[in-house]
């Protein structure tokens, strides 16, 4: 083989052994990536199905309800416009109360429940989530918006 041959070679080979690494690089990236919807944004069947995501909002006043076994959790999530029920099992955050912010993420079943996978809490009093308080701010907005068409 001459030399010419073997740079040639050479370049082909390492072009491919990138390509092929870039490509592997992404597809992990892509199956990592988790989007944020409000509960507007799944009553409205924006959010994927089957695939996980977070869902993000306040806990809504009296909505939180252990069950016998202590560790399942069912509450619901609101951005004051709609509400999505909630299943999560394991330990929540210290700081998890009713009509405070949270996100949790996992998958939206068939039946219209979110089964989570992790709940995240707000860390102080001024404190949200960007994407939850995006999300009420939205509602909110959306809200007034109603209110003020005539009938």
Do not use: C, W
């Amino acid at each position: 083989m001459k030399p010419r041959h073997k740079k040639l070679t050479i370049i082909i080979v390492s072009v491919a052994a990138l390509g092929l690494s870039a490509v592997l690089v992404l597809d992990a990236f892509q199956s990592n990536l988790v989007f944020f919807f409000s509960p507007t944004q799944v009553a409205a069947n924006e959010a994927p199905k089957g695939k996980s995501f977070r869902i993000g909002g306040l806990v809504e006043e009296g909505s939180v309800k252990r069950e016998d076994n202590g560790v399942t959790v069912n509450f619901v999530i609101t951005d004051t416009a709609k509400v999505i029920p909630v299943v999560y099992t394991g330990i929540l955050p210290d700081l998890f109360k009713e009509g405070k912010g949270v996100v949790a993420q996992g998958k939206l079943s068939s039946d219209g429940v979110f089964r989570a996978d992790e709940v995240l809490a707000k860390h102080d009093e001024n404190y949200m989530p960007p994407e939850a308080a995006e999300a009420l701010e939205q509602a909110s907005k959306s809200q007034e918006t109603l209110l003020k068409k005539p009938l």
